[in-house]
């Protein structure tokens, strides 16, 4: 039998699509290294050459989502039409990964992983940010924000969502999610200078 030699970044890339369909099937914790090695059945050395761990290959899965999440919001900057509330909607949209990742990302809030969610939340922000300040210039030009300073803005608003807004770094109560996320819309529309109102959006969003 003719042995099939693939370039080291399809196999990467393979590992890492079946990995992220077992930990979405079977759950994280209950996914060993040897299952990914059974789906794709490779060599045990070829997937250790890759990733010395489930750790490592769980991180790998996490910044595949991220890539799929900036490709999705950078076609809304190209072909997203409206102004700039419009626009805003079809943005945060585009950069949800956790519905069709819910299993994956329950795997982030273990304490075991609190460094690598923490690092997955400031990637975000950075990568994000601009992709907002874009928006928050277009907005400026149209009259529906006044701010000077478009990225740093985006930065304090996407930081002050990722992470007060998250349960896995603190233990709200649902009352106590549920009070800031009703206080969020005027907070971003002050910092913005949108008129009051503007945001209330993101409550039917959420």
């Known amino acids: 039998m003719v042995r099939t030699v693939k370039d080291p970044e399809t196999r990467k890339a393979e590992i890492i699509t079946a990995a992220r369909r077992l930990f979405g099937m079977k759950e994280y914790e209950k996914t060993t290294m040897q299952d990914v ?17 489930k750790e490592e290959l769980l991180d790998a899965v ?14 809304v900057m190209e072909t997203g039409k409206g102004n700039a509330l419009e626009m805003f909607q079809q943005l945060i949209a585009a950069g949800n ?7 994956i990302m329950e795997q982030l809030h273990n304490p075991h992983n609190a460094g690598m969610h923490a690092a997955m939340m400031a990637i975000a922000v950075k990568r994000s940010a601009p992709f907002y300040a874009k928006i928050v210039e277009q907005g400026c030009g149209e009259g529906i924000f006044n ?13 002050s969502i990722q992470f007060l807004m998250d349960t896995g770094i603190y ?3 649902e009352d106590d999610l549920m009070r800031r996320a009703m206080a969020l819309p005027a907070m971003i529309e002050k910092m913005l200078g949108a008129k009051p ?3 209330q959006f993101l409550l039917q969003m959420g």
Do not use: C, H
């Not at 996490?62 to 076609?75: K, P």
């Not at 990964?97 to 299993?103: M, P, R, V």
């Open 97 to 103: 990964i956790a519905d069709e990742n819910a299993e």
């Open 197 to 199: 109102g503007s945001f």
């Open 37 to 53: 090695i059974d789906e794709l059945g490779i060599a045990k050395g070829t997937i250790y050459y890759y990733f010395k761990s």
């Open 171 to 173: 233990q709200w109560s």
């Open 147 to 159: 701010t000077a300073n478009p990225l740093e803005t985006s930065e304090f608003i996407l930081t």
């Open 62 to 75: 996490i910044n595949q989502m991220g890539d799929e999440a900036v490709e999705r919001m950078q076609s």
